[in-house]
């Protein structure tokens, strides 16, 4: 008995490493999924249907697709842009079925509420019969916004609603008409959101406040400059990055693309965040190890990068942290897959760098890749969308032909012929439609294959990191 006590002993002694090894193993793991396991706003699968106005048509919601394609690669979604420029809440009511709720929604995000305003009333003189128009105004906007929000979140999972952003009055720009009170009815329509939302555990996002916000800051130094595109009502992809940023903030997106931290002088892992690391060699001199980030950083490019003057989007939403503790002091020369990407101090490398905006790493040149796909589906998708404008808005209403092309181009010539100036906005859209039509498959085909192409080229890829003291 004795004798096999002391052999179960010995068994015990060996498989004590292994066995440390494996739960050391297991917490690593437990870290690296955290950030993923977690049940975010958008899902695998989910079909994410932004609808509004000409701000949605045009494609506002682009750096929001960005962020979810890089941060959550392996999540397939779809996103949809049912935005048509002019529209109004009873618009949204009118193609409720044909063309919000035929995409089958899983989450619904609304704006609209710009045209609800109508500017010629707040151009009106003060008096009973403005102030009647405004209250007829804002009171049909909201019993039609509780009527699509029921519908609406009857057939989604979730309902989010924007505030409309702002209408800009008070830029110096005698280029764009202004109408001085429709800004503050515009957040009066916010508030509504915010009183309503509740009823639907909808989720609000400020976009009245955000860009509200930055165009103050900017105008305090310039007044005849605007988050908008400079006709007072269009956010230009500044004002998009803007609003992305304060949907991502009102929603609770999760901050980091990635992080490890690594203490050198002890030769162990400190701490991972969406991320796998393996073969790990450290002293004080340097490291190396392996990683897999399971995201990829958010490339803010163009135009869009203006924002990042504004709002804190990088430290707040785009964190690729690599931390090493107990480094030597010196300076140390940081690799990863072979390329160099930049000299940093030991202090500061025991504080973390953020690697998210550095443009020598792979990851962001992937995620450089990635953005501009967002933005050629951002482009193909408002091309599309002009077809169902044209549809919806020039066509008679009781025109129901629309996969008869021969019938479609009759109805557009026949609007067409109807105008009297052949080259105002109205008919250069008509125009614009009878161009198009005849190619809608292949436009469709071009939004879609672009959705497709950035989920084969969106998967991080794992490399080598070396940290060598200089």
Same mark, same amino acid.
């Given at each position: 008995m004795k004798k096999l006590l002391l052999i179960l002993l010995a068994l015990a002694c060996l498989a004590s490493p292994s066995l440390q090894a494996a739960k050391k193993e297991k917490k690593s793991k437990a870290k690296t999924s955290q950030q993923q396991g977690q049940q975010f706003l958008f899902?695998?699968? !989910? +079909?994410v249907c932004f609808i509004g106005n000409s701000i949605t048509h045009a494609g506002y919601w682009s750096p929001i697709m960005l962020y979810y394609v890089t941060r959550f690669p392996d999540a397939e979604m779809s996103f949809f842009n049912l935005g048509l420029g002019g529209d109004r809440v009873d618009?949204? *009511?009118r193609r409720l079925q044909t063309d919000l709720l035929s995409h089958k929604p899983t989450v619904s995000v609304v704006m609209i509420g710009m045209n609800d305003m109508r500017p010629n009333i707040f151009n009106m003189k003060d008096g009973e019969a403005k102030t009647n128009d405004m209250n007829k105004m804002i009171q049909s906007y909201e019993n039609n916004a509780v009527i699509l929000y029921d519908s609406l979140k009857a057939h989604s999972r979730q *309902? &989010? %609603?924007l505030t409309?952003? &702002? @209408? !800009?009055?008070t830029q110096v720009n005698d280029k764009a008409p202004n109408a001085v009170g429709k800004n503050d =009815? *515009? +957040? !009066? *329509?916010?508030? @509504?959101m915010k009183k309503t939302a509740p009823k639907y555990d909808g989720i609000v996002v400020d976009a009245w406040k955000a860009t509200q916000d930055v165009t103050l800051a900017m105008q305090a130094a310039d007044p005849t400059v605007s988050v908008l595109n400079g006709d007072r009502v269009h956010p230009g992809p500044m004002g998009c990055q803007v609003m992305s940023y304060q949907f991502l903030k009102d929603t609770k997106a999760p901050a980091y693309v990635s992080s490890v931290d690594i203490n050198a002088k002890k030769q162990k892992i400190e701490d991972l965040i969406n991320c796998e690391v393996k073969d790990l060699k450290a002293d004080v001199q340097g490291v190396s190890f392996s990683m897999k980030a399971a995201s990829l950083p958010v490339a803010v490019i163009g135009k869009y990068a203006d924002a990042l003057k504004y709002v804190p989007f990088t430290d707040d939403f785009n964190k690729e942290i690599v931390r090493v503790r107990g480094l030597e002091e010196g300076n140390y020369k940081l690799s990863i897959g072979g390329t160099e990407v930049g000299t940093y101090s030991a202090k500061e490398l025991e504080e973390g760098v953020n690697l998210s905006t550095n443009d020598k790493t792979p990851q962001y040149r992937q995620a450089v890749t990635i =953005? $501009? %796909?967002v933005e050629k589906y951002r482009k193909n998708y408002q091309d599309f969308r002009q077809i169902v404008h044209g549809e919806f808005f020039r066509f008679d209403p009781k025109f129901t032909q629309f996969d008869n092309l021969e019938a479609c181009l009759a109805e557009a010539n026949r609007v067409l012929a109807m105008r009297s100036d052949k080259n105002d906005r109205i008919s250069l859209a008509i125009k614009r439609y009878i161009s198009y039509k005849p190619n809608e498959a292949k436009m469709r085909d071009a939004v879609f $294959?672009?959705?497709k192409e950035i989920y084969t080229k969106n998967k991080p890829a794992e490399y080598v990191y070396t940290l060598v003291k200089q």
């Amino acid at each position: 008995m004795k004798k096999l006590l002391l052999i179960l002993l010995a068994l015990a002694c060996l498989a004590s490493p292994s066995l440390q090894a494996a739960k050391k193993e297991k917490k690593s793991k437990a870290k690296t999924s955290q950030q993923q396991g977690q049940q975010f706003l958008f899902q695998s699968g !989910d +079909r994410v249907c932004f609808i509004g106005n000409s701000i949605t048509h045009a494609g506002y919601w682009s750096p929001i697709m960005l962020y979810y394609v890089t941060r959550f690669p392996d999540a397939e979604m779809s996103f949809f842009n049912l935005g048509l420029g002019g529209d109004r809440v009873d618009g949204l *009511l009118r193609r409720l079925q044909t063309d919000l709720l035929s995409h089958k929604p899983t989450v619904s995000v609304v704006m609209i509420g710009m045209n609800d305003m109508r500017p010629n009333i707040f151009n009106m003189k003060d008096g009973e019969a403005k102030t009647n128009d405004m209250n007829k105004m804002i009171q049909s906007y909201e019993n039609n916004a509780v009527i699509l929000y029921d519908s609406l979140k009857a057939h989604s999972r979730q *309902l &989010i %609603l924007l505030t409309p952003s &702002i @209408f !800009d009055q008070t830029q110096v720009n005698d280029k764009a008409p202004n109408a001085v009170g429709k800004n503050d =009815a *515009l +957040r !009066d *329509l916010g508030e @509504f959101m915010k009183k309503t939302a509740p009823k639907y555990d909808g989720i609000v996002v400020d976009a009245w406040k955000a860009t509200q916000d930055v165009t103050l800051a900017m105008q305090a130094a310039d007044p005849t400059v605007s988050v908008l595109n400079g006709d007072r009502v269009h956010p230009g992809p500044m004002g998009c990055q803007v609003m992305s940023y304060q949907f991502l903030k009102d929603t609770k997106a999760p901050a980091y693309v990635s992080s490890v931290d690594i203490n050198a002088k002890k030769q162990k892992i400190e701490d991972l965040i969406n991320c796998e690391v393996k073969d790990l060699k450290a002293d004080v001199q340097g490291v190396s190890f392996s990683m897999k980030a399971a995201s990829l950083p958010v490339a803010v490019i163009g135009k869009y990068a203006d924002a990042l003057k504004y709002v804190p989007f990088t430290d707040d939403f785009n964190k690729e942290i690599v931390r090493v503790r107990g480094l030597e002091e010196g300076n140390y020369k940081l690799s990863i897959g072979g390329t160099e990407v930049g000299t940093y101090s030991a202090k500061e490398l025991e504080e973390g760098v953020n690697l998210s905006t550095n443009d020598k790493t792979p990851q962001y040149r992937q995620a450089v890749t990635i =953005a $501009n %796909l967002v933005e050629k589906y951002r482009k193909n998708y408002q091309d599309f969308r002009q077809i169902v404008h044209g549809e919806f808005f020039r066509f008679d209403p009781k025109f129901t032909q629309f996969d008869n092309l021969e019938a479609c181009l009759a109805e557009a010539n026949r609007v067409l012929a109807m105008r009297s100036d052949k080259n105002d906005r109205i008919s250069l859209a008509i125009k614009r439609y009878i161009s198009y039509k005849p190619n809608e498959a292949k436009m469709r085909d071009a939004v879609f $294959n672009t959705a497709k192409e950035i989920y084969t080229k969106n998967k991080p890829a794992e490399y080598v990191y070396t940290l060598v003291k200089q």
